[in-house]
């Protein structure tokens, strides 16, 4: 019986639209779409040392049958946000499959960082101020990883430059892809070689910022059967329970300090959209 491998990675960054591309993706009748969206197969063991409870597929025969039914489909995708971080996923995606096709959204560091951090704060992982984080990045490690060294964008594009063929590899901003989905989407659609005259429904917003209202909320979150379960259930079901149990209307703080200091930091950085391979306005 023939191998069947996925034949594309979003691998990230996280909070940039990649949770909209997926289920724009998921609505395509050529691609297929795992049972699980993020097995961050290619970033383990590494990717054990986090505090969130993720279902992590850490051997290649679990790996492979995520993939079993995809023979009919012209395209399979791994979404795994984890793996543009993961120093060492780029060698392993090529080893694994030569011919994949990387897809990378990038979004403003300092707007990536702050959305990061209140997306977990929101959901009971880290109750620590951002400030303090930034100001002691070693008694916080694990969280100044995922908001602010996650941001560092240069060596981990050049990670996937070194190994995969620059046809290979598609990176746009999540400015481009929000201000101008359409576009954006048939790109990736070419892109995948799959069919572009496809109507997509793109009025469903997904990944919003959101507060939730009552406190046990944030334990259901991060309840690992709740999260397959939730996997499981259609977007229609759901809605109407996340407008019961989320806070839609609630301002974002400010966080004008910490975006200052952000700012300062990644100035020193290569511009994030430099190195954007996908040419739109934004």
């Known amino acids: 019986m023939k191998t069947i491998k996925p034949t594309f990675f979003i691998v990230g960054t996280p909070k940039s639209g990649t949770t909209s591309l997926f289920k724009y993706l998921e609505e395509h009748p050529q691609v297929f779409v795992p049972s699980i ?130 046809e290979q590899i598609l990176i746009f901003s999540s400015n481009q892809f929000f201000n101008n989905t359409q576009k954006v989407l048939q790109n990736v659609f070419q892109f995948l070689e799959i069919k572009e005259d496809i109507s997509i429904n793109l009025g469903q917003k997904h990944n919003q910022y959101n507060v939730p209202k009552y406190s046990f909320v944030q334990k259901l979150t991060q309840s690992s059967t709740l999260i397959k379960l939730k996997n499981l259930v259609p977007e229609f079901v759901l809605q109407p329970l996340k407008s019961v149990l989320v806070d839609n209307n609630k301002p974002k703080p ?29």
Not at 125 to 150: D, G
Not at 255 to 281: G, M, P, W
Request: hydrophobic share 35%; glycine share 2%; net charge positive.
């Open 37 to 166: 969206k993020e097995p961050h197969f290619f970033a383990f063991p590494e990717v054990k040392n986090t505090y969130y409870k993720t279902k992590i597929i850490n051997n290649k025969p679990d790996y492979l049958k995520l993939y079993k039914q995809a023979k009919s489909f012209k395209a399979a995708g791994d979404f795994s946000t984890s793996y543009l971080k993961n120093s060492k996923t780029a060698q392993r995606i090529y080893d694994f499959n030569p011919q994949a096709k990387i897809i990378i959204v990038l979004r403003n560091p300092v707007e990536r960082a702050i959305s990061h951090y209140l997306m977990d704060y929101n959901l009971g992982y880290v109750k620590v101020p951002l400030k303090e984080i930034i100001t002691y990045p070693k008694k916080h490690a694990l969280f100044y990883n995922q908001y602010i060294s996650l941001g560092e964008y240069e060596a981990q594009i050049q990670k996937y430059t070194q190994v995969f063929p620059k």
């Open 254 to 282: 400010e966080f004008v300090e910490e975006k200052e200091f952000l700012t300062a930091y990644y100035a020193s950085q290569k511009d994030y959209r430099d190195f954007v391979t996908l040419k739109t306005e934004n």
